[in-house]
């Protein structure tokens, strides 16, 4: 059953979502690092909470999604130590030695590995991965990462919708509506390549002067891939810790594993190995983004408590009361759910949509295209900013700890390039789902 909710908007859901427009106001603005401006909108959101009754220190700490937290914390542990071991200098050697005079070519095939790994890995595990590994292979190319880096990012949040294991969110949708891995990817999986294609097209446009090489650029590297590796013992420890984690993320829902757990069984497995030094591993770990989700967990925790979404749904709900205007509901509920994933996280949104679409399900009414739609929405609409989704954060984050001037990805840039993006994919998905829907019935 879905909560009772008020037909109107209260005062502690105008507050909350001031409180929500304040703090992203200054995480945008960039008037202060963005950790901050999500630290004070934490506290201010739990204070407020706290005053007007509808939100308390309790469901602030319960509103932190743990499995996120230690998930991203579980595989920076395992990227700092495979960076120690010169693994992605490898790697990064022989993909830079066959792509150099083709940057082009090396933003398809980086967005092809990524959109193909965020099918089966999680988006985010994969970016993790190849966030540094790109910055080292335009280090040694001599390009910008600035373009590759969000690239990755916007294709691996679309890489993700084609499967249930991709996405958090499709997780939760495929639990409720009893969806398995083959039903995801047989509905999900003509949709994302369409998007795909149309969107590396786009992508190869809007970034066309940063991808033509300079006259300075050489396209020759000269170095051996073999001599980049330190430590080959270790490097095969790690591999064999990676290799684990990739395993168990095929098979982890069939056991009820979550995959933070998943992670850390093959951070054990690593740290049993090769032992590295805690300090040193511990201060490769990005902190300040760990502690940017925790309190951007909160502010939406509070607004969610507030019962401000929970109304948004109810009012998405009310569209479908007509059974003949089901296609119209789909297509309102996948552009609502981007917009409102690319201005809070995709995650308290679809927990709140999950009871009311099953409620509509106890009413007679197929409900089927409904979850196809709110998967296609909240993944598509991730890529509208740059907190929209999880892997955007990390690959922020990258571009600004490679400490090169013009590779730092700030909101004003991401806005830019990435809500054309995010619109132009939500545009082909509509029209591809309203083409196909009885497909998706």
């Known amino acids: 059953m879905v909560e009772a909710v008020p037909n109107g908007l209260t005062g502690s859901m105008i507050t909350a979502g001031l409180v929500l427009v304040a703090a992203y106001v200054l995480i945008f603005s960039e008037v202060m690092h963005r950790m901050h ?15 007007a009754g509808f939100y308390s220190q309790e469901q602030a700490i319960q509103s932190i999604d743990a499995n996120t937290i230690m998930l991203l914390a579980g595989m920076m542990m395992m990227v700092a130590i495979l960076r120690k071991t010169g693994g992605f200098e490898y790697l990064a050697i022989r993909i830079a030695r066959r792509t150099a005079r083709r940057p082009r070519h090396l933003m398809v095939y980086l967005t092809l590995a990524v959109s193909v790994i965020s099918m089966f890995l999680d988006n985010v595990t ?38 249930l294991v991709g996405d958090p969110p499709n997780i939760m949708i495929g639990s409720a509506a009893r969806l398995d891995f083959n039903s995801f990817l047989f509905h999900m999986g003509p949709v994302v390549v369409v998007v795909w294609m149309i969107i590396v097209t786009m992508l190869l446009f809007v970034f066309k002067k940063e991808l033509t090489p300079s006259a300075s650029h050489s396209g020759e590297i000269d170095l051996k891939a073999e001599k980049a ?12 810790g990676l290799a684990l984690i990739v395993l168990l993320f095929f098979i982890h829902h069939h056991f009820h594993l979550y995959p933070s757990y998943v992670v850390f069984i093959g951070v054990a497995l690593t740290l049993a190995l090769i032992r590295p030094d805690p300090d040193t591993l511990l201060k490769d770990v990005e902190w300040t983004v760990l502690l940017f989700f925790c309190a951007l967990f909160i502010i939406v925790g509070g607004v ?38 690319a201005i809070v996280d995709n995650i308290p949104f679809t927990v709140t949509m999950i009871p009311i679409v099953l409620s509509l399900d106890t009413q007679g009414m197929n409900v089927t295209p409904l979850w196809w739609a709110l998967a296609l929405g909240v993944g598509l609409g991730g890529n509208g900013s740059h907190i929209g ?39 082909v998905a509509s029209a591809v789902f309203t083409v196909f829907f009885e497909h998706f019935l």
């Open 304 to 341: 969610e408590s507030s019962g401000l979404l929970a109304l948004i749904g109810n009012g998405i709900a009310h569209v479908s009361a007509d059974p003949a205007a089901l296609l119209i509901t789909c297509l309102v509920l996948m552009w609502v759910a981007a917009i409102l994933s």
């Open 229 to 240: 590796i330190r430590d080959l013992r270790s490097l095969k420890r790690v591999l064999a």
């Open 389 to 427: 989704a999880t892997a955007n954060i990390i690959c922020v984050a990258e571009s600004e700890r490679c400490n090169i001037p013009e590779a730092r990805i700030t909101p004003g840039l991401w806005l830019r390039k990435g809500l054309p993006i995010m619109l132009v994919s939500l545009t």
């Open 37 to 51: 401006a999500a630290v004070i909108g934490a506290v201010v959101m739990v204070g407020i909470g706290l005053y």
């Open 126 to 163: 994969t970016v993790i991965i190849f966030a540094p590994l790109t910055v080292l292979i335009c280090r040694m190319a001599r390009l910008n990462p600035m373009p590759y880096l969000m690239a990755e990012a916007m294709l691996s949040n679309i890489g993700g919708i084609a499967t």
